[in-house]
């Protein structure tokens, strides 16, 4: 892998970790700070809810600033963030410091993808966006397991310098390995947002909302989906994770490779109909320990394998405000996150955990009627461009 790629794949590793970790922590935090585990809670919230409001926003009113800068400025700020986390003694500077981190995780995300897709030729773009994804495909895997085991022997603080650490390493990396790059041309903050009133990207951001809600509405109530199988022992769904997570990493570095080679639309359509087909089985598969893990990896390599081809798409429509585009997909991911844990809460007493993946299901195939809508406009917006091409041609 391009040394570049993998530094940029080391700070993506950070923030999936300091998204991940705090889960497996949020008792120690509770406990050390004399409040609830509800109300430690919230670190997630708040980290959560500032990455996706300040993603788009900060890509189009940074979009003039040169690369380089903005990464290193970025993870400064999300040093600093986990640096006050484990050194806070109160609440409220600790959810502070998780809105601070989630800042610099929102300025950082978008712009290093959008770096990889402009450091690699376009026949192996897919595989520069997947290398730097699979930092936060790895987080799921190891960053979260790992930041919990230390955790175990230094308390939640120790977590909390670890990921800090991982942040360092990243910006010493980005400051000593990546170029200086040409200043991006200055374009109004007007000019910017403009692709977003284009019906091709606003479709294929539905599309990323409606299938990441449907994938993670199993993940966030993976505890009673699988509930027959893990019998409520954490060990066993902690093992499955592991699974999920490694299955995750290797559908991304899979789709990379296979983005490259084959049309977008095709991977984006297998990757859904497999997820729909497997969640509308999960009922069943999820009452046997085998094919409960046959279902976790089709799971994982269909959920994150699904986003190197949106980000694809979204990059080739229009390069010049790849950040921003892509700091959308994400935002409109963690919106589907949020969304399908309240449908998930509401329907899950009517319904029960082992039907909820049904639900997710449809939401997934929703998502493909979007991803076809979003194709054929593109394919009409070509022939329209080929037709006036053809006709400034005639007229020469």
């Known amino acids: 892998m391009d040394r570049r790629l993998l530094i940029l794949a080391v700070g ?22 004399s409040t609830s585990v509800s109300l430690a809670g919230l670190m997630v919230t708040l980290y959560a809810l500032t990455y ?21 400025f970025a993870l400064g700020i999300f040093v600093a963030g986990n640096m006050l986390s484990a050194l806070a003694t109160d609440l409220h500077w600790v959810l502070f410091s998780r809105a601070l981190s989630g800042f610099g995780a929102a300025l950082f995300s978008p712009t290093a993808l959008g770096v990889a897709s402009a450091l690699a ?28 085991f230390i955790g175990g022997f230094g308390g939640w603080r120790t977590t909390l310098w670890f990921v800090t650490l991982l942040g360092i390493v990243a910006m010493i990396g980005v400051w000593a390995m990546l170029p200086s790059g040409p200043r991006p041309a200055s374009i109004t903050l007007r000019e910017r ?3 977003v009133r284009d019906m091709r990207i606003a479709l294929t951001l539905l599309t ?28 066993v769904l902690a093992a499955m994770f592991l699974l999920w997570g490694v299955a995750a990493t290797a559908g991304n570095l899979l789709s990379g490779r296979l983005v ?32 409960s893990a046959v279902a976790l990896a089709i799971w994982g390599v269909c959920g994150w394998g699904l986003i190197v081809p949106q980000q694809h798409r979204l990059v080739q429509l229009t390069p010049g405000v790849a950040p921003l585009l892509l700091a959308l997909n994400n935002t409109a991911t ?3 996150l949020a969304c399908s844990g309240v449908l998930g ?37 070509y022939i329209r461009q080929r037709a006036t091409s053809n006709r400034e041609t005639e007229c020469a």
């Open 12 to 33: 993506m590793f950070a923030m999936g970790t300091d998204n991940f970790v705090v889960a497996g922590i949020l008792p120690g935090v509770a406990a050390s700070l």
């Open 52 to 72: 996706a409001v300040a993603a788009p926003v900060m890509a189009a009113l940074a979009g003039g600033w040169p690369r380089k800068l903005l990464l290193v």
């Open 121 to 148: 030729p376009p026949e192996k773009r897919g595989r520069a966006l997947a290398s730097v994804t699979a930092g936060l495909t790895g987080a799921t895997a190891l960053g979260s397991p790992i930041g919990t």
């Open 193 to 195: 947002l403009a692709p």
């Open 208 to 235: 990323s909302l409606f299938a990441f809600g449907g994938f993670l509405m199993v993940y966030t109530y993976a505890g009673v989906v699988l509930q027959r199988v893990t019998h409520g022992d954490e060990r």
């Open 260 to 291: 490259d080679r084959f049309e977008t639309r095709n991977i984006i359509n297998a990757m859904l109909w497999v997820a729909i087909i497997n969640f509308c089985a999960l009922p069943w598969t999820s009452a046997d320990a085998f094919s």
């Open 334 to 336: 963690y919106i589907g």
């Open 345 to 381: 809460g509401a329907v899950l007493p009517s319904i029960g955990g082992q039907y909820l993946s049904l639900v997710a299901a449809a939401l997934i195939a929703i998502a493909f009627l979007l991803a076809e809508a979003a194709h054929h406009r593109m394919s009409r917006s």
